[in-house]
């Protein structure tokens, strides 16, 4: 097995035990995160209705003239501030954060604190 095969295997090992103790209900819906080399995204899901409430990622129009680069702690803090604005329009103010088998470091960190910052509680 190639190591980039054994990688995405331990990933999906680690999502998948995230995601067993992880639900989002309509009163606190899940706040999904996914990074690649270049971009993130970000989706507030409502996991009983299986809808997207809410989604944002580093290719919103929103953000995409507006960040240096795309695959930074400072693109997961615009994208964080993003998601928590529009999760407040939409009056959701509690999310179940949900890492995706990503470390809790560096750019999944500065996404959760910036949500954090701009109201949303998790």
């Known amino acids: 097995m190639s190591s980039l095969a054994a990688t995405k295997i331990s990933w999906l090992r680690?999502?998948?035990r995230v995601?067993?103790?992880i639900k989002g209900s309509t009163v606190c819906p899940r706040l999904n995160v996914y990074?690649?080399?270049k971009h993130m995204y970000a989706q507030v899901i409502d996991d009983l209705?299986?809808?997207t409430r809410a989604a944002a990622?580093?290719?919103s129009p929103e953000l995409k003239g507006k960040l240096k680069g795309t695959g930074n702690v400072e693109a997961a803090k615009q994208l964080g501030r993003l998601?928590?604005?529009k999760c407040l329009a939409q009056q959701i103010?509690?999310?179940?954060?949900?890492?995706g088998g990503f470390l809790y470091h560096g750019r999944v960190k500065a996404l959760a604190n910036s949500a954090r910052e701009e109201g949303l509680k998790f």
């Open 14 to 16: 680690r999502k998948n």
């Open 19 to 21: 995601r067993k103790k």
């Open 49 to 51: 209705t299986g809808q």
């Open 93 to 99: 103010t509690r999310v179940v954060f949900d890492r």
């Open 57 to 59: 990622s580093t290719l």
């Open 35 to 37: 990074r690649s080399n």
């Open 83 to 85: 998601v928590a604005q």
